[in-house]
């Protein structure tokens, strides 16, 4: 370096000399002459340094700081001479070429950049033309589905208080808000802010309804995109589609303070990609038209805790002015007086985007695993399905605005409402009023009554009523077999209440047709069953089968479903849970086994077309087991039939009660059996006869083949 300065001092001397002797230039105008040779020296052997570093035919600066100054003079230095190229080639050209002089030259020189700048603008508004023919659709495309809300822009109609039953949910999103709007003291005292949150619950629990208050409400602008809107025909517009929405998102948070980005149904954007354990497309790599685009999921992941940088223009005036002080060999920094000043501009620090990503999905499961990732949606609130306290807090809510009959006011009455709506969501309920109050203005009313409540529960339950009619012989044979399952629920699972008991057929998206139900719910939500409570559903299941077998006989084909499901019950009870059998004596025990083995289902075996095993299955295939299930099967059985038997005449009078309304509800169906004078069977009435057997050596001890005894 420093043989480099006394080459360019020698160099400096040598011009000075020459335009102050030969030239005749004066002292002032030989040292400038003098000044700019030697930069130009100076300049040259950086150049020349750097090309044989380069080369490795000269070790490198030894710290970092020369060796940045060093790089930028070479830079600078290789661009200033190829700027100075430029005329020198043009008045050469101008010269050999046309013969023009100098100054012809330079007269010429304005009219050929007016023309060279109009040529260029041309071209360039031709390429714009082309870009925006070919990707301007695209660009609208990335568009649809996406909308940014700034303060007091949006009104759904709804706010904060109106999501009901996820106090809890609503109450943590409220804490992340408020450091989202008024954080900053939270940062400055070493707190971070939340980057993403994910909204995790089943559909129509108020994931997007939140969001809805959040726009309505919030003081900074919200981003809301739908996690479908960002898929694309072609590789990349979907990392197109999410940069842009970041983009625009991180031009509102400067503007504002802050921005949030809402994606719902971010399963859609965000599901896991091939080669991290999960499934994804079968070309998860590929994009666009082949189906499996993860690279808008790849562009998320970098954009919400990547390497931000400042902005463009800034970091290019920065990169300038510190180039070319650099280029002049001006010195970085000067001391005087015990102060330092700096001559360059220091380094730019990334912006820090005040912005929240939050996500909705009702499938985490699928979600990739770097997605929700603390960091990222490490931070999830869950919406769950409400208790009956906020099923009440919910229809409060729906029928203060919607027109009613007084009478569903009353405490008694909001209090069934939440009762025989249990597993019901927010958005089920809303569904309900709203179907209710569409049947009261067919019928010429501007308001709802609890016949209507009743009609659309049935509806959104168990599908549309069919309106067709039973034959005289179905419409007792569906009323019996109902009210067995009502009758055995209402003796024997002493904690549930009635909700619905019908015969009306409905069309059931989920099962196909069903001829009637009975449904009947816990008065307490409790979260552990005990044994006693798994018994009481195997007798509500096989009521049914013997109210049919004291009516008639035999049984019907209606009770499928209620024999796996009372095989599924008892099953559970042997091989999961580890409850035993019933304490009957022996004789009665056993007489129970040989009604029970008729009674299994054996739909629980196998499932799918494979015949892949299940728990069920498992249990059914041990022969000990197997005997356990069929005695609870049998106690059950042996227990509804009595049942049955001491009521038959009670439940012909409750099947005309029936078949004369449809359809009851709640404290309805209690009303109707407590009505018709049902009693207990005692020690001295009858047992059911054991039902036929096949000998022993010829029933089979496994089973191995799917169907319904």
Known sequence: MIIFWIFTFFVGASAFAFAYIFLQLGVPYSLGYALLVMLLCRGILSMARRWLILRERMSPESDTLTRTVETNRAIFWRRALFLAAIPILYFAGAYYLFGLAPQ?????????????????????????????????????????????????????????????????????????????????????????????????????????????????????????????????????????????????????????????????????????????????????????????????LNMLLVLMDGIDNPGMMVR??????????????????????????????????????????????????????????????????????????????????????????????????REEFARITDGYSPADIEQVLSLALLYAFEDGRDALYWKDIREAMGNVEAGLAIPVEYTERDKIAVARHELGHAVASHFFQKDHSHVRLSIRRRANPQIGEIGGYHKSLPMEEEWLEFRSQLAADIR??????????????????????????ATGTASRMVGIVGMGPDKLDPDMSRKAINIGEQLISV??????????????????????????????????????????????????????????????????????????????????????????????????????ATGSA
């Open 104 to 296: 012809d030259a330079l007269d010429a020189l304005p009219g050929a950049i007016i023309a060279g700048l109009t040529n260029l603008l041309y071209v360039l508004f031709l390429l714009a033309a082309n870009f925006v023919l070919f990707l301007g659709p695209f660009y609208i495309y990335t568009r649809i589905g996406k909308t940014m809300i700034n303060p007091d822009d949006a009104n759904f109609g709804v706010n904060m208080d109106d999501v009901r039953g996820q106090k809890g949910a609503v109450k943590e999103m409220r804490r992340i808000l408020r450091l989202i709007e008024h954080g900053r003291l939270y940062v400055k005292a070493g707190g971070k802010r939340e980057r993403g949150v994910l909204m995790v619950g089943p559909p129509g629990t108020g994931k997007t309804m939140l969001a809805k208050a959040i726009a309505s409400t919030l003081h900074v602008p919200i981003y809301i995109a739908a996690g479908g809107s960002f898929a694309g025909m072609f590789l990349g517009i979907d990392a197109l589609s999410v940069y842009l929405m970041v983009r625009a998102a991180r031009k509102k948070a400067k503007v504002w303070g802050g921005c949030i980005v809402f994606i719902d149904e971010i399963d859609a954007l965000g599901q896991r990609r091939s080669g991290t354990g999960g499934g994804g497309p079968m070309m998860g790599g590929m994009g666009g038209m082949f189906g499996g685009g993860q690279l808008g």
């Open 316 to 413: 290019q005036l920065r990169g300038l002015v510190n180039l070319t002080l650099d280029g002049l060999f001006l010195p970085r920094m000067i001391a005087f007086n015990g102060t330092r000043l700096q001559l360059r501009i220091p380094a730019l620090k990334a912006p820090n985007y005040n912005m929240l990503f939050i996500g909705a999905t009702n499938r985490p499961s699928v979600l990739d695993e770097a997605l929700t990732r603390p960091g990222r949606f490490g931070r999830q609130i869950v919406f769950r399905l409400p208790n009956r306290e906020d099923r009440k807090d919910i229809a409060a809510l729906y029928f203060d605005k919607k027109q009613h009959d007084p009478a569903l006011d009353t405490p008694s009455r």
């Open 540 to 565: 509500a299941s096989l009521g049914s089968l013997a109210c049919e077998h004291v009516f008639y006989g035999e049984n019907t084909t209606g009770v499928t479903m209620d024999l796996i499901q």
């Open 603 to 704: 739909v629980q075996v196998t499932q799918g077309v494979h015949e892949q095993g299940t728990p069920s299955g498992a249990v059914l295939n041990n022969p000990m087991a197997r005997r356990t299930v069929a005695q609870l099967l049998g106690a059950a059985y042996i227990d509804d039939w009595r049942l049955m038997y001491v009521n038959k005449d009670a439940i012909d009078l409750a099947a005309e009660a029936l078949i004369a309304q449809g359809e009851l509800v709640g404290d309805e169906i209690s009303g109707l059996l407590d009505s018709v004078g049902m009693r207990e069977p005692t020690a001295s009435d009858p047992y059911p006869e054991d039902l036929p057997l096949l000998p022993d050596q010829q029933r089979p001890s496994v089973v191995t």
